[in-house]
């Protein structure tokens, strides 16, 4: 194998652990977060805050409606009671009674109607509710082969620079050297001669260049991006 191939081989090395760590990282990202998970839950945490205010909406219509239910019944008994006698005195408590029963006809309107607020947003975060457990039951089954995954691909990576490590013990110190200066400006840093030009820039390669790759044992460079150039 010629030193070119060998330099190849510790780039195909190279580019297997950069593609198995990209793909951990994606595996990462998956066990790391769900954005629909993530959805479910802002939409129940809202659901439930709007049942709760839906409620006390409907609880403190409800409390003003019996406060003034007990004001109509007390004036009730007071008017018709015979405890007053004094004809303008009775004439006002009837005055104040009519617009206390207007009032109490007007907030019963208002408390059904909040109540049934409250229970079609009750029937909302239920609705919510069930949305996220049945999620949360999805992404339980999804976890463990995610989790799987990401165990093998650590097995994988821990190989794969082992290989790595073992195909670079293999190159002489001067190519490995030359191999890190390119691939730090150029990827991939070893492309093959396809016709009559380099694989990486794709421009033509002179006929030198071209006789030493296909018969030279030593390293051959692009002349116009110093990029290894292999058969």
Sequence with gaps: MSRAEALRRLQDADDRVAALRTE????EAALSADTELDRRRDAAAAAQQAHAS???AAAAAEAELATLQKRVRDLDRRLYGGSVHNPNE????QRELEALRSRKNDVEERTIALMETAEAASTDEHSAARALATREAERSDELGPLQQRRE???KEITDAIAGRARVADGVPRADL?????VVGRRHPAVVPLIGDSCG???LPVSIEERRAVRTSEGIVQCSNCDRILVT
């Design 177 to 181: 050297a030359l191999y890190e200066r």
């Design 90 to 93: 009775l004439l006002e408590m």
């Design 54 to 56: 839906a409620e006390d």
């Design 200 to 202: 990486g820039c794709h």
């Design 24 to 27: 951990l990282a994606s595996v």
């Design 152 to 154: 093998a691909l650590n």
